[in-house]
Structures are given as C-alpha cells and as structure tokens.
C-alpha cells in the first residue's frame, strides 16, 4: 500500500514510473472513446472514495473519469453530506469505515494535517487531490503535458511567477528536486516559498532562483507558469494582494523573454487578465486545455502505482 501525498514522499525513479505509465495509457487509448475503459481495466471491481471539501470541477471530472477508465467505479463524498463533515463522527472512525468499504480514497482538503491524520488510520492507499500544502497530482499533470511538447524536463528550465508561497508552488519545488529541471520563482517577498519548502530545497540541492524581478526569472525559460493570485479559502485583503502581484502578470511582452518554444501552463481556474492576459492563455503557446486533460492520464497513473 503506498499513499501519494507529497512529491518529497517518492523517489526519482518510481515519479518516473509513473510519468512513463501515464504516458504509455494515453497512447493506447488513441482509439478508444473518452468514457471506454482502458482494455486492461486494472481496477475493474474496485472503487475510490472520493471527499471534497473545497469545491472542485477539473479534480473531481478527472478522477472520476479516471477511475472509470481504469474499469472501476468511484463514489463523491461532500462534507455536508456525511456526519465527519458535519462533526459527528471523528476522522479516525471514518477512517475505519472507509478502510471496509472502498478500495482507495482521494481526499482534497484545505488542511494538510488532515491528509496526513486520514494516512494514519486507513489500511488503503489516500491520494492528495488537493491541500493547503500541495497539489501533486496536477504537478504531475504538468510534467506529462510538459515532455509531450518538449521532451524530457530534465535540465530545462520551468519560471513560475505570483505567489511564491502556495499549494501549487511547493510540489513544483519539490518536482524540480526529483525530476532535476531548473526553477525560477518571480514573487514580490511578501510571498516567498515556504521556509519549510527552501529548506528542503537546499538539503535536497534543487536548482532553485527565487527573484523579486519577473524578466530574470523567465529569461530562456522553457516553460512559464502561473496560477490565480487569490485562491479558494484565501483569508487575505484580495484587492491588496492583486495589487502586489499586479507586477507579475505573464503578458505576451514578459513571454517574449523566454525561449521561442517556451509553453505557458496554468492550473485553473484563471483569473483573466489579472496573473495571465487573454492573448497569452489563449495564444499559440498556451497548453492549458491539454494541461487540464493529462490530470485524468496523470491520475489514472497515480492510482495504479498506489494499488501495485
């Protein structure tokens, strides 16, 4: 049994497995409508619960499309909908329940520490569909859609501007230490990594520039990513921040500065024209539609790999 959490948590090689199964999957269902099952159907007559505690539309249609083509079936938990969202059952008891009755969970929450609790108590595999801390699964997105467009990451170099200090941003520092690409982080310092993260980093010798300047940072860049500058559950004055962040917008004039193949990738959703312009999200070297599919490829891979 083996959780998928963090990136940190895996080593190289088996965060190389699973890119290469995603990759492998993808291709073999060429011909194969979008709600067939894979003809291997490796999770046929099992099932994932799936808990949302932060609304959801790309992780909750990917996964369970995921699942369904894996041959599987999937069930949707809503915390307003079950007794431990509503505080009348404690985790550790759901834990339990959940360990007899599914296969695999998948939690998107916006406490780490609950992912990590739920970990501790069930006796089957849990996935990081999405927390405070991290957001793996689309990270791994991110590196399939990346090497479909240009080739290995290894040694390339992926400019992340906005918040430096997010979910999304700390498993990209931790992917750039496991899949050996350079990273360039633009953030005014109010938002810098995590001082966890950075020392991780460090330890763990990740080819890391964290700048204030957004034209350092994307200069010969291979890839150039963003995300929305005020997310779900922000407790934050959101006009100040957008104020702050204002800077580093990726416009058509700061992609020029990348590489001429460079891609523009982001998560969404997106705040049109405030981290990313319409000309760029919607220009030639946007991959976000492509990006938002891989998260099924990327996901079906990641539940395989939990379940071997």
């Not at 699942?67 to 339990?96: F, M, R, W």
Request: hydrophobic share 35%; glycine share 6%; with cysteine.
């Amino acid at each position: 049994m083996k959780n998928f959490i963090n990136i940190s948590d895996h080593s190289s090689n088996d965060l190389r497995a699973i890119i290469d199964e995603a990759k492998a999957r993808k291709l073999n269902r060429k011909n194969l409508n979008k709600s067939a099952p894979d003809e291997d159907k490796p999770f046929e007559g099992k099932s994932m619960a799936m808990i949302f505690e932060k609304p959801s539309t790309r992780t909750r249609m990917s996964f369970d499309i995921a699942v369904k083509q894996l041959g599987g079936s999937s069930i949707i938990l809503n915390p307003d909908g079950i007794h431990y969202g509503k505080g009348d059952e404690t985790l550790k008891d759901t834990a339990k329940i959940l360990t007899e009755y599914v296969d695999i969970v998948m939690l998107r929450t916006s406490s780490h520490k609950n992912l990590e609790e739920f970990g501790k108590y069930l006796d089957i595999p849990i996935i990081n569909g999405l927390s405070d801390i991290g957001h793996p699964c689309q990270i791994m997105s991110d590196i399939l859609t990346y090497e479909e467009s240009n080739g290995n990451i290894e040694g390339k170099t992926v400019s992340w501007l906005g918040d430096g200090n997010n979910n999304m941003s700390n498993s990209l520092i931790e992917a750039a230490g496991k899949f050996k690409f350079n990273l360039s982080i633009a953030c005014p310092k109010k938002y810098s990594p995590n001082k966890k993260i950075l020392s991780w980093a460090k330890k763990n010798k990740v080819k890391l520039i964290v700048t204030t300047k957004p034209e350092e940072a994307v200069k010969n860049s291979d890839c150039v990513m963003t995300d929305k500058w005020v997310s779900m559950n922000d407790k934050v004055n959101k006009k100040t921040k957008k104020k702050i962040l204002k800077p580093f917008q990726v416009n058509k004039k700061l992609m020029r500065k990348a590489n001429s193949e460079a891609i523009f990738m982001h998560c969404l959703p997106v705040g049109r024209g405030e981290e990313v312009t319409d000309e760029v999200i919607d220009g030639k070297q946007s991959v976000v539609w492509r990006q938002a599919l891989n998260r099924v490829h990327a996901q079906k891979s990641i539940i395989k790999w939990c379940l071997d």
